[in-house]
């Protein structure tokens, strides 16, 4: 039986990492640590010899090692850059007032959001005063993307692409011009995930750099989609591998809401009538 368990739990390790091959590899990914765990547990009980068993062990504990590294990397918050608050708002959420509190409070250059709906639409008129440059782009029935600035939008630079997730804006920083997104992915296969991210990719390419994005990915930050995008953008995923969801009747938490920038650190901020925490993030876009 541990045999068994150990071909099966195997084979979903290493099926995790295919992503590139077919989109269930990024279904699978969101798993990665489950099928390490049980799989080396599985080896280091079986009658194979000690030279079988404590190799395959070994790469199934380091395929976790991998995963929660990036937990105990120092990072170090850099001087100036700006200050981006994302967060999946919930499209039927019941209360505003703490999280335009919390918002205030964080005082945020830029805040990018996903599932704004008609019930919480009105907090991007609340939030006019503060953050005047706007663009909402719609996307599905759970809400549309939102990317909203303090600076100077640039004229002509708004970019949505309706009904795939993204909307993005160049603004004039003191740091020069940057192109600011917010990207809401559907969930990874079968749900399209990969289909949705290859439309996009050639306009995430062609987006004036720097570009700073940020969104509710539905997927982990070592899946191939977030790889791909992180390399079409210039950029790389910052701040820890906290979790900013916890999966429905399973209770597993997961990493999907993501920032991505040339540099910078980000912590993970409190849900606030959002089923997701937010991601507060102080980036460098140069």
């Known amino acids: 039986m541990l045999k068994i368990l150990s071909g099966i739990f195997g084979a979903l390790l ?31 009980w079986t009658a194979w010899p000690r030279r ?11 395929a976790i090692v991998h995963l929660v590294w990036p937990l105990w990397v120092p990072s170090q918050v850099p001087a100036g850059g700006l200050v981006l ?11 505003d007032a703490a999280w335009l509190d919390a918002v205030a409070r964080a005082a945020p250059d830029v805040i990018t959001l996903e599932e704004v709906s008609v019930r919480n639409e009105v907090l991007l008129g609340r ?5 005047p440059a706007q663009v909402l782009c719609p ?9 909203l600035s303090r600076f100077a939008k640039v004229p002509g630079s708004e970019t949505c692409v309706e ?16 192109t600011l997104a917010a990207l809401h992915l559907r969930w990874p296969w079968p749900q399209g995930q990969a289909a949705q991210v290859e ?16 969104g509710d990915f539905n997927a982990v930050g070592w899946s191939h989609s977030v790889r791909r995008i992180a390399r079409a953008t210039g950029n790389e995923r910052i701040g820890p591998l906290r979790r900013s969801f916890v999966l429905p009747h ?6 999907i809401d993501h920032v991505l920038a040339p540099g910078g650190v980000a912590e993970i901020m409190p849900r606030l009538g959002s089923d997701h925490f937010g991601v507060l993030a102080r980036v460098l876009p140069n």
Do not use: K
């Open 14 to 44: 290493v099926a995790s990492y295919l992503g590139a091959l077919h989109p269930a590899g990024d279904s699978l990914a969101v798993f990665r640590p489950v099928w390490a765990a049980i799989f080396a547990l599985c080896v280091i």
């Open 52 to 62: 079988v068993r404590w190799p395959l062990a070994v790469a199934g504990m380091l």
């Open 85 to 95: 608050y994302q967060q999946n708002l919930l499209y039927n959420r019941q209360h």
């Open 127 to 131: 939030l006019g005063n503060s953050h």
């Open 139 to 147: 996307f599905a029935t759970v809400g549309s993307v939102a990317v």
């Open 163 to 178: 009904r795939q997730g993204l909307a993005a804006m160049q603004v004039e920083t003191p740091q020069g011009r940057v």
């Open 199 to 214: 439309r996009l990719l050639p306009v995430l390419e062609a987006l004036p750099r720097p570009v700073v994005l940020a």
């Open 250 to 255: 399973v209770r597993y938490p997961v990493t």
